[in-house]
């Protein structure tokens, strides 16, 4: 398997938060135990590109998941400021079971 990160955006008409975290959840089910991890980020605001509407953040996000760090600046952190925008970790691995 292989890890998952879902970056959305929290004001997506679309696919929305909800959305997002039944994904996740999905991920997460279909993951052996401690083999794969799966994420949730959410950017706000930004709607449904939030690579578009959030370069800085989403372009950060994704560089430290692509070398196997965490989506925030530290794996305990629930929230972190990309100027305008936040990011938020929508649930920890355990809550998405």
Do not use: M
Request: hydrophobic fraction near 40%; charged fraction near 25%; charge should be negative.
């Amino acid at each position: 398997g292989c890890d998952a990160l879902l970056l959305y955006g929290a004001d997506d008409p679309w696919c929305s938060p909800p959305f997002g975290r039944a994904a996740a959840r999905a991920l997460t089910r279909r993951a052996c135990a401690g083999e794969r991890r799966t994420e949730l980020v959410l950017l706000s605001p930004a709607g449904h590109c939030p690579h578009h509407e959030a370069p800085e953040a989403a372009n950060a996000i994704l560089s430290r998941w692509v070398k196997g760090q965490p989506p925030l600046a530290s794996a305990d952190a629930a929230t972190e400021a990309f100027g305008r925008v936040s990011a938020a970790r929508a649930q920890s691995e355990g809550e998405l079971e």
